[in-house]
């Protein structure tokens, strides 16, 4: 995939404004970016919301979504002991927020012990763990998938805004993750935009990239 990010830069906003206006998903999505981080670190969340993460996850891709795969992973989630996924959410938050940061000053970055937490909940894999994570924290974090990567690491090569990105990792590993992360960061300090805004750039790129398969 060969992008100019001053292309990109230049149509922000209209990336913006097409997918709030064609994405399936949109309005929920939106909803859920808002209320669902401070929901979990209050511990005022149900099994239902975890689950709608990894449903999400999932069916976002509309077209080409591994149904056989999609259903193994919600429903291994689905039947997750309860006290066992909070747990993991809880050390997971607690990653991402900094506790015990002696302790965590060796076990290296907060998106690794979180991912490590997250990778316990049965059928949860980084690839899934990553969407969990970019709810829990969605300034810091952020979802990785085929087309995320794609486009991140067309962009991010045009300008050297971050670690180079081979081709997407099947599976998907938390040092992956990271030097996506890396990317994704430098992407968004240039488009000046925040994460949320971010994905919805990324997701509409990749749309005009396939003639407008969401």
Request: without cysteine; glycine residues 6%; charged residues 30%.
């Amino acid at each position: 995939m060969e992008l100019s990010l001053a292309d990109v830069e230049d149509r922000v906003a209209d990336h913006v404004e097409a997918y709030r206006e064609s994405a399936p998903f949109h309005p929920v999505e939106a909803e859920a970016i808002e209320s669902l981080p401070g929901a979990f670190r209050a511990g005022e969340y149900g099994k239902r919301d975890v689950e709608w993460v990894v449903r999400w996850y999932f069916r976002r891709a509309v077209t080409d979504i591994d149904h056989e795969e999609r259903r193994a992973v919600e429903a291994a989630v689905s039947d997750a002991d309860p006290r066992e996924l909070r747990g993991a959410m809880w050390d997971a938050i607690d990653a991402l927020d900094g506790a015990d940061s002696e302790a965590a000053a060796d076990s290296g970055p907060p998106h690794r012990r979180a991912l490590d937490a997250l990778t316990r909940i049965p059928g949860v894999d980084v690839g899934v763990a990553s969407a969990l994570l970019w709810f829990l924290a969605p300034d810091e974090q952020f979802v990785v998938g085929e087309r995320e990567w794609a486009v991140v690491a067309a962009l991010a090569a045009a300008d050297d805004l971050g670690p180079d990105l081979d081709e997407y990792p099947e599976p998907m590993t938390v040092d992956a993750y990271g030097r996506y992360l890396d990317a994704v960061r430098g992407v968004a300090d240039r488009l000046g935009v925040d994460h949320w805004r971010l994905y919805m750039v990324i997701r509409r790129v990749h749309a005009e990239s396939v003639e407008g398969d969401l």
